[in-house]
């Protein structure tokens, strides 16, 4: 018998016990995916520590959805004020209910939706609470369509930074500062320094010249880019650019839409309502408390991962405690 719960939810008889938890293998817990997390949130159902977390970890996601919300809206209005973005009523976005989906039916839906436009270049939007699995969607989205590309608006605010960073060594500053340097001039003036084009034998690419700089971000996104002078100054250049770089994506990705690339984009509405397109989806989960419960379970696959491959025992019983041991540790 379980000395504590099986992870099945009730107490069985040891003979059946192998058969009963087969249901997370060693190849689905490995798998850290929508099948992992499933597989552990059914078995855990009913087991009422696993449902308090989750219910905990579902008021986080949206408190801190709201509050990321509010922050991105701000600094949305600060383009706005500075003429960067003009007011808009959004596109209506078509929503999907993924309770009960899997990714490849979502995908599928989304595909069926979009119908022949894909074959010369669409631009699909995803909005959704965290935990709603854009991701996953996005990642099924680009296997299954041709010419398919996904666009992160981190690049933008990483050479804008390198830019705004440059600024404040050339001007004599031995630190960032974030005030002198961005000032709505300088702004101005530094995404004057980029530009989206397709340039010969290199396709799309953002392109930094000035400064004295001269970089394509696709060749120095992993180092230049990801230097300590631009990582530690980000998150004071992001709250202060998001028109622009709202601005600046939109027109980047029609280049590529025109261009017959298919572009997905997945973010908050606060953002991506700025991109136009008519494909546009809402993934939303009909039972809100799933989002926790997604969330926990992967927490949880991942603990119980590291624990099964330290044991070096993957046998039922070993997973059925490393997944009791990972839901005690995050109770404590």
């Given at each position: 018998?379980?000395?504590?719960?099986?992870?099945?939810?009730?107490?069985?008889?040891?003979?059946?016990?192998?058969?009963?938890?087969?249901?997370?293998?060693?190849?689905?817990?490995?798998?850290?995916?929508?099948?992992?997390?499933?597989?552990?949130?059914?078995?855990?159902?009913?087991?009422?520590?696993?449902?308090?977390?989750?219910?905990?970890?579902?008021?986080?996601?949206?408190?801190?959805?709201?509050?990321?919300?509010?922050?991105?809206?701000?600094?949305?209005?600060?383009?706005?004020?500075?003429?960067?973005?003009?007011?808009?009523?959004?596109?209506?976005?078509?929503?999907?209910?993924?309770?009960?989906?899997?990714?490849?039916?979502?995908?599928?839906?989304?595909?069926?939706?979009?119908?022949?436009?894909?074959?010369?270049?669409?631009?699909?939007?995803?909005?959704?609470?965290?935990g709603t699995g854009k991701g996953t969607t996005v990642s099924k989205l680009s296997e299954k369509l041709?010419?398919?590309?996904?666009?992160?608006?981190?690049?933008?605010?990483?050479?804008?930074?390198?830019?705004?960073?440059?600024?404040?060594?050339?001007?004599?500053?031995?630190?960032?500062d974030g005030d002198a340097a961005m000032t709505a001039d300088n702004i101005k003036d530094f995404f004057?320094?980029?530009?989206?084009?397709?340039?010969?034998?290199?396709?799309?690419?953002?392109?930094?010249?000035?400064?004295?700089?001269?970089?394509?971000?696709?060749?120095?996104?992993?180092?230049?880019?990801?230097?300590?002078?631009?990582?530690?100054?980000?998150?004071?250049?992001?709250?202060?650019?998001?028109?622009?770089?709202?601005?600046?994506?939109?027109?980047?990705?029609?280049?590529?839409?025109?261009?017959?690339?298919?572009?997905?984009?997945?973010?908050?509405?606060?953002?991506?309502?700025?991109?136009?397109?008519?494909?546009?989806?809402?993934?939303t989960l009909s039972d809100p408390n799933v989002i926790g419960m997604r969330r926990l379970a992967q927490?949880?696959?991942?603990?119980?991962?590291?624990?099964?491959?330290?044991?070096?025992?993957?046998?039922?019983?070993?997973?059925?405690?490393?997944?009791?041991?990972?839901?005690?540790?995050?109770?404590?």
């Open positions: 018998m379980c000395a504590k719960w099986c992870p099945w939810g009730q107490e069985v008889d040891p003979a059946a016990q192998d058969e009963t938890v087969s249901g997370l293998s060693l190849e689905t817990l490995k798998s850290q995916n929508a099948d992992t997390s499933n597989t552990i949130i059914s078995l855990l159902a009913t087991n009422e520590t696993f449902k308090t977390l989750s219910d905990n970890q579902t008021k986080m996601i949206l408190q801190r959805d709201a509050e990321d919300a509010e922050k991105l809206q701000a600094g949305i209005q600060l383009g706005i004020d500075r003429g960067a973005l003009e007011t808009i009523d959004p596109a209506p976005y078509k929503e999907i209910n993924v309770l009960g989906k899997t990714p490849d039916e979502v995908a599928e839906t989304i595909i069926s939706d979009v119908g022949d436009a894909a074959e010369s270049g669409a631009v699909i939007v995803l909005v959704g609470l965290s041709s010419n398919t590309v996904t666009w992160s608006n981190g690049n933008i605010f990483r050479s804008i930074t390198l830019l705004a960073a440059t600024w404040c060594e050339q001007n004599g500053m031995t630190e960032f004057g320094m980029l530009s989206f084009q397709d340039f010969p034998e290199r396709g799309f690419d953002i392109k930094i010249e000035g400064l004295g700089l001269s970089h394509y971000v696709k060749d120095v996104q992993n180092t230049v880019l990801k230097g300590p002078l631009v990582s530690k100054n980000i998150p004071t250049v992001a709250k202060q650019i998001q028109g622009e770089a709202v601005g600046f994506a939109a027109a980047a990705i029609e280049k590529m839409r025109a261009g017959g690339m298919n572009v997905l984009l997945e973010g908050r509405e606060q953002t991506v309502n700025y991109v136009p397109s008519p494909f546009r989806y809402s993934l927490m949880i696959a991942g603990a119980a991962l590291v624990k099964v491959e330290e044991n070096k025992d993957s046998t039922a019983a070993s997973i059925a405690a490393a997944v009791n041991a990972a839901l005690d540790d995050l109770d404590n």
